[in-house]
């Protein structure tokens, strides 16, 4: 007899009862000896069985309910860490707190001993994260897919203020939050040829043939949301070889060989790529993507066949697949192949399914960062793909343009999948547009220069496939989890409801005039800045004050962000106080979070330069508390919820018309801090919502960028006319800063004779003065500090909940279903 299911129950002693039986039974540990990991360990596993349970009711629900699921498929996910996230969305934290202190525990303790699950680069993996907790959040039916990577994004140290990169075996001691699935495992087909076959009809079919078998063992990740009993999964991909894939060489006793073939097969999901703008054909990356696509996609068919017996047709109205850039694009020639080659559809109903079924959001528009295959390489990896993509390819340019544009081959060139010139190239952001019902960008400015610039001719054919969905931020970890001070005083005034309807936190509005609340909004602060001073003094060896300005840029390194243009400032604002040691400025400390790609020469050159700066400055006795610069080592997720509610100023100083979005500018918004940021991606939105009189906009707008590029931008003209500014690069390419003229050559040479790509001299003068008025109003804490109430109130629109809300009315079509306990 199978007794009945029993409920764990979540009281403090049902909870300690949890833990440790873990430690004792799964850990085989002492309660007296257990390690700190283990009561980690411990502590996970209790909270994971309290929510399995919502996992399974979650997807039977779905199934039994046969409504569409949404199949979000990404090369990554920037996840941080779980287990408080976990704890507050399910309203544990305070149990579990309780659980552990009466067993001699810190809970915070157990926090801080949790590595980060950092398989993403940077934005677009932290969105696919936030995403997974808005779904479950709001109730909607999805399943995330990716890669299981054994190495997520490198460690990053600083030796000699040089970037140095080491492996992240984030899950060398394995991962208490995932769960393998054996019986789903999937078999996928690589390189090989096609032959063309024909039935007993005389019609001919593709098959793909001779080609190497590759295995894909499934972990889930249960996704929990905040007040909701929708728990989701993160589905990710392991690479395995297949068993007896070399069964013959095996038995022939090449036993070692063969062995050899299986490490192989099994680096397919062994390391996250650390770029992103450019992987330039890189046959790895190419199996990658198509490993976890092919074992994601035959993962949702199969879930389509057991579930219903219902015609093709009907695999839209089951299935909406959401493309997270270009990555997984091949998944729109791999759902053809499934429905023409395996299940014998005609090739215009297929193709109707194909369209119906993708969505496609675009990240970037940086010409580099633009994915294309080389046709031959795509022809040896994926040869029957790339024969379904000159099909769709022909059909698109003989019906559809030639109907629009006839015999204009210009537009043929422009809009084709394959790009001819400088050899032949499968260009993924066409086949994304082509082979989706959707296209999206990721804020209206972008979506704008989307219609305008990149996919103008698509647009022009296609207009109502365009939309935009501005990107959003959970504000559970972005706020409750990360700041637990201001959401309890945040809940003190307007109630609790703001955490599923960010909306609500416009209610904040009026306590921006109310002194009291003020004065608790910035004891917060002072709170959180100096806990950063601590980790400031652990990390980097450097004192800094609390009561400094606390100046903020963290985000990937790249040129288009500028962390060169903030550098510039720093060392004129060096200048100045060397030159006018009573000029009454606020004391300043400068904070810099960041990886460089391990390949990118001028990023790393700059964080050196960074470095370099930071350390003359910070050890002259000249310039004191008033300035002082930190770039903390190893950016990641879990220090960026250190910093974001330090930060007194955001940077967001982009060039006009680079950044698709960021959302690193929402966080620190959220959190009481001020932007000082150009008119790019969404800080054209924030500027929006919280005010022009609350945010400090500077520079060039992106018609200015192009009428000043089109004119003829000489970054000379900027040096010789401006000596402030020709001071402080001649001095930063001296040998001042670490006794060699030469180290900081590529900086300059970037700035100067390799002609400035983004503008930085241009807008030099600008943020330059942007930054006078920022130490202007600080010196009004009082108001200051009312400003930064009114960003917190005013920044609900970027709660990720409503984006993915968006998605679900205007791309998916998904119903909510509520889970009940
Ligand atoms: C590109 C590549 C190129 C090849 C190798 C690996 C790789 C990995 C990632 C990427 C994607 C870069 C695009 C990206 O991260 N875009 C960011 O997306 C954020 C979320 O929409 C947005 O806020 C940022 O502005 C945007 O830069």
Known sequence: ?????????????????????????????????????????????????????????????????????????????????????????????????????????????????EPDMGLGNGGLGRLAACFMDSLSTVNLPAIGYGIHYEFGLFRQEFINGRQVE????????????????????????????????????????????????????????????????TVNVLRLWQAQADEDFNFQVFNEGSYVEALRDKAIAETVSKVLYPNDSTENG??????QQYFFVACS??????????????????????????????????????????????EGLEWEEAWDI????????????????????????????????????????????????????????????????????????????????????????????????????LFADFYALYPDRFLNLTNGITFRRWLDVCNPELSALITEAIGKDWKKDAALLRNLDPYADDPAFRARYAQIKRGHKAKLAEVIQAECGVTVSPDALFDVQIKRLHEYKRQHLNLLNIV??????????????????????????????LAKNIIHAINAVAAKVNNDPRVGDKLKVVFLPNYRVSLAEKIIPAADLSEQISTAGKEASGTGNMKLALNGSLTIGT??????EIEEEVGSENIFIFGLTVEEVTALKAKGYNPWDYYWANKKLRDTIDWISSD?????????????????????????????????????????????????MKMAILNTARVGKFSSDRTILEYAEKVWHLPQVVVND
């Not at 569409?68 to 990554?76: A, T």
């Not at 039935?199 to 295995?215: A, F, I, N, S």
């Not at 890189?282 to 199996?287: D, I, Q």
């Not at 015609?311 to 499934?338: C, G, Y």
């Open 166 to 229: 080491h492996p992240d075996a984030w899950m060398r001691d394995g991962s208490p939050w995932k769960i393998a699935r054996p019986s789903y495992r999937q078999s996928i087909q690589l390189y090989g040829r096609v032959v063309q076959k024909f039935d007993d009809y005389g019609r001919p079919h593709y098959e793909w043939v001779e080609t190497k078998q590759l295995l894909g063992l499934p972990w889930d990740i249960p996704i929990v949301g905040y007040d909701s009993h």
């Open 679 to 684: 008119l790019d991606g969404a800080n054209v």
């Open 282 to 287: 890189k046959e790895l990356r190419l199996v």
């Open 354 to 453: 194909c369209q119906k079924t993708f969505s496609y959001t675009n990240h970037t528009l940086l010409p580099e960062a633009l994915e294309m295959w080389s046709v031959s390489l795509f022809e040896r990896v994926l040869p029957r793909h790339l024969q379904i993509i000159y099909e769709i390819n022909q059909r698109f340019l003989e019906q559809d343009v030639e109907g629009k544009w006839p015999g204009d081959n210009e537009k043929k060139r422009s809009l084709s999948l394959i790009e001819e010139r400088g050899g032949r190239y499968v260009r993924m952001a066409n086949l994304s547009v082509l082979g989706s019902h959707a296209t999206n960008g990721v804020a209206a400015l972008h979506t704008r220069l989307l219609c305008e610039r």
């Open 572 to 601: 004129t604002m060096y200048r100045e106080i060397l030159d006018n040691p009573d000029a009454d400025f606020h004391p300043r400390v400068f904070i810099f979070g960041a990886k460089a790609a391990p390949g990118y020469f």
């Open 1 to 113: 007899m199978i007794p009945a299911p029993c409920d764990l129950g979540n009281s403090t002693e049902s909870l300690k009862n949890s833990i440790i039986n873990h430690v004792r039974f799964t850990l085989g540990a002492y309660v007296e000896s257990a390690s700190q990991n283990d009561w980690w360990v411990a502590t996970c596993l209790a909270i994971r069985d309290r929510v399995m349970d919502h996992a399974t009711k979650s997807r039977t629900i779905h199934r039994q309910s046969g409504v569409r699921r949404v199949h979000y498929l990404s090369l990554e996910y920037l996840m941080g860490r779980l287990l408080e996230n976990n704890l507050r969305n399910s309203g544990l934290y305070d149990v579990t707190k309780q659980a552990l202190s009466e067993m001699g525990k810190d809970l915070d303790e157990l926090l801080e001993s």
């Open 736 to 784: 001042y800063f670490t006794g060699n003229a030469e180290e900081f050559l590529p900086l300059r040479r970037s700035l100067l004779d390799h002609g400035d790509p983004y503008l930085c001299l241009a807008d030099y003068q600008p943020y330059v003065d942007a930054q006078a008025k920022v130490d202007a109003a600080y010196k009004d804490k009082d108001h200051w």
């Open 297 to 342: 996609l035959a993962d949702i068919v199969r879930r389509f066949k057991v579930g219903y017996t219902l015609p093709w047709s009907e695999f839209p109205s089951k299935a909406a697949i959401q493309l997270n850039d270009t990555h997984p694009a091949v998944a729109i020639p791999e759902l053809m192949r499934i429905l023409v080659d395996l």
